[in-house]
Nanobody, 124 residues
């Protein structure tokens, strides 16, 4: 059974940093491209960042470029999202997802697996 479990969310102040983790099990992690997405209640899910199977390529939404960094540790079956200089508009539930295709991650075109999310709240 495949599981993606996010952690690291919480309540922070504007300008603070936070690191999210997504631990994967039940799949050959290094075969999957991974991504982070976020969603505010009542709004559509938004792509945040993606990383290729090896970790050699990364992609970001314009809204987080320069502030967020996605990385992965294939030995630990974990993908991370380091978030710096957080803004109130970063408040959302953050989800990680996995796909055999990096294109599907970047376009949110139908991922194979999803986590249940972790809430990030940025207070001003």
């Amino acid at each position: 059974q495949v599981q993606l479990v996010e952690s690291g969310g919480g309540l922070v102040q504007v300008g603070d940093s936070l690191r999210l983790s997504c631990a994967a099990s039940g799949l050959t992690f290094s075969s999957y491209a991974m991504g982070w997405f976020r969603q505010v209640p009542g709004k559509e899910r938004e792509f945040v960042a993606a990383i290729s199977m090896s970790g050699s390529s990364t992609y970001y939404a314009d809204s987080v470029k320069g502030r967020f960094t996605i990385s992965r540790d294939n030995a630990k079956n974990t993908v991370y999202l380091q978030m710096l200089k957080l803004k109130p508009e970063d408040t959302a539930v953050y989800y990680c997802g996995a796909s055999l295709s990096i294109v599907l991650v970047i376009t949110d075109g139908g991922l194979d697996y999803w986590g249940k999310g972790t809430l990030v709240t940025v207070s001003s």
